[in-house]
DNA sequence: AGCTCTTCCTGAAAGC
DNA sequence: TGCTTTCAGGAAGAGC
């Protein structure tokens, strides 16, 4: 599942290939993956020139220079969902089952996006309304200030981990590096988010960047159908401590990891290393 | 406003 | 063995 750190190393992969580029066509197989206005899509990519890449949370921003053919500036926005595969080839490799999108370039490759599972999306949008467009994420997970990050969490009654997801608050943590970070900092994921006393703040806060850069160097964790802009595996999928490992002994304290689900969503942890500090009133049993 | 649930989609895994 | 059912999840939108 694309998170922070594998569209961070998607984007830096494609950065040498497609910055400074030109566009020469764009081939839709599956319109369905297009959001918002298909047509100016068809109309924006072909010719244009890309300027530069830019990630935000789990997004893809392709900065487009103006075409003469159009009066304004546009980007196109990727989103990778949770399958998709966003990577430069050459035309000759043979076409993957849901190749959705086909992007010609100058230099003879092509930009393809693949995503079996279709919950990825594609939109061109002018570029003046992109801070618009974004109006409502949360901050960077390594811009945000520890206070920031408290005062938004703060009288919060969700279990920490479902903030954690929801992007509005902080952007490009998935179910992951959510459970990894909290296991990190030693917090039960159904601790509701303001019952985290500062120091616990502090510990979440530092174990989100730490978790997050590791999981960059690593280039990300492919767990099911994620891969560098090359093609290539991540390697952070080793290196888990929870995620994925029900059953299976912690790290730590070697007692088995155990699965919750919390607003739909399966959290892995370790009820030693990350115990309920007050009783938790869950509402069921 | 805050929180949870549902929906979209496919393939792998579990169940019978 | 082979078919059917269940499950996984990002984020928008509905509902409470």
């Known amino acids: 599942m694309p998170e ?24 839709l197989h599956q319109p369905l993956i297009v959001r918002g206005d298909v047509a100016l899509l068809r109309r924006a990519l072909p010719k244009s020139r890309i300027e530069r890449l830019e990630r935000r949370g789990k997004f893809i921003i392709v900065h487009l220079e103006k075409p003469t053919s159009l009066r304004a500036r546009h980007c196109l926005i990727v989103h990778l969902g949770m399958t998709g595969q966003l990577f430069c080839c050459r035309p000759s490799l043979p076409y993957e089952k849901h190749t959705h999108v086909t992007i010609e370039l100058e230099t003879g490759e092509q ?8 919950f990825g999306r594609l939109e061109v949008i002018p ?6 467009y974004f109006a409502h994420l949360g901050a960077e997970p390594f811009e945000i200030s520890l206070a920031e990050f408290a005062a938004r969490l703060a009288r919060r009654k969700a279990p920490i981990k479902s903030l954690l997801l929801n992007q509005d608050l902080v952007r490009g943590l998935g179910n992951i590096y959510s459970d990894e970070a909290l296991f990190a900092a030693r917090i039960h994921p159904a601790l509701p988010a303001g019952r985290l006393d500062v120091r616990a703040l502090r510990r979440l806060h530092r174990a989100m960047q730490r978790v997050l850069r590791a999981a960059i160097a690593a280039e990300g964790t492919s767990f099911s159908d994620y891969v560098t802009a090359d093609g290539r595996l991540g390697r952070f999928q080793y290196r888990l401590r929870v995620y994925g490992r029900e059953g299976e002994p912690c790290r730590r304290c070697r007692r088995p990891i155990r699965r919750l689900v919390l607003t739909g969503r399966s959290s892995h942890y370790c009820p ?3 115990p309920r500090v007050r009783r938790i009133v869950t509402g069921r049993h």
Do not use: M
């Open 272 to 274: 030693h290393c990350q």
């Open 111 to 118: 930009l393809r996006l693949r995503d079996p599972r279709r």
């Open 127 to 132: 570029a003046a309304r992109l801070e618009a």
């Open 4 to 27: 922070l750190p594998e569209v961070e190393t998607v984007v830096q992969g494609l950065r040498a290939r497609l910055e400074g580029r030109r566009i020469l066509g764009v081939s």
